[in-house]
């Protein structure tokens, strides 16, 4: 039987569908380790695969990722190998756009700062931590890719707000049936928006998009959040504007350095809420997505097309 190593934590969907069609070597075994001398498929989520593994793979045909983004696997070694990368895109956009919903609503109505206060039993004087209001606010999404959308639908449905895009990569039409400003250059929305939300992959273009000029430029009282990829947002620049007071508070599911070290100067601010990259974490999604990269991977050892290829 064909060997199809799962080198994260996977749901159990997924890794029972693996199991019924091939030999699984599965996290947490530390056999996963010798994945590039055994394996024919290989399946992954958060860990990172190195050219260095890929150059000693010797059979694999195929590595599916979970998720949309890849910068954690080296594509252009992958491609050098004759090694097909495949995703799972739109699997759990909801679910990311509902971490997005909820961390913005986090933050602009204190909700960590509040039960972190009464789980200390620190006297909490109410005016001292008044929150903002959604209602009509501007909200800016950079990336009107499917997440991106999702999360436009909501904020103009539950609190008919006023959106701001900016994309270079879609047509002209897109979100023809939404009401909208859609921006030539990032900077042209930055001085008018309430809240600026990120989903858009990382890649050379993108990285530190976000920095010292584009925060500055954002009101003082305004929003940040950060669901798509760390290093988006430069956070150095993030940590200095934070601390001079400037944005009423920022929301990250994701950092550079995952998981952030406990001494990361950002998470020293109670008006920034942090999540361990957990935006797809659903029972739902994590089902659907782990059989998908099950079934994917299952069908290319089986002789089939790569299903999402990247590479």
Known sequence: MKKIYILDAFHEAGVALAKAHADVVCWPDPAIADWPEHADGVMVRMRPITAEEIARAQHVQVICK???GTDTIDLQAAKRHG???SRTPGVNSEAVAELAFSLSLSVTRRVSRFDRLLRAGAPIVRPQHLGIEMQGKSVGIIGMGNIGSIVAKKWRGAFDAQLWAYDPYVPSDRWAD???TRVQHL???LTHVDLLTLHLPLT????????EAELALMKPDAVLINVSRGGIVDEVALAAALQRGHLFGAGLDVFEVEPPPP???LLAFDNLI???HAAGGTHDTQRRSATQVAQQVIDVL???PVAHRVV
Do not use: C, F, K, Y
Not at 204 to 211: C, G, K, V
């Open 66 to 68: 979970q998720g949309v």
């Open 83 to 85: 090694i097909a990368v």
């Open 178 to 180: 939404l009401p909208h």
């Open 187 to 189: 900077h042209d929305m």
């Open 204 to 211: 050379d273009e993108s990285r530190h998009m976000i920095s």
């Open 263 to 265: 001494d990361h100067p």
């Open 274 to 276: 942090a999540t361990p």
């Open 302 to 304: 089986n002789g089939g």
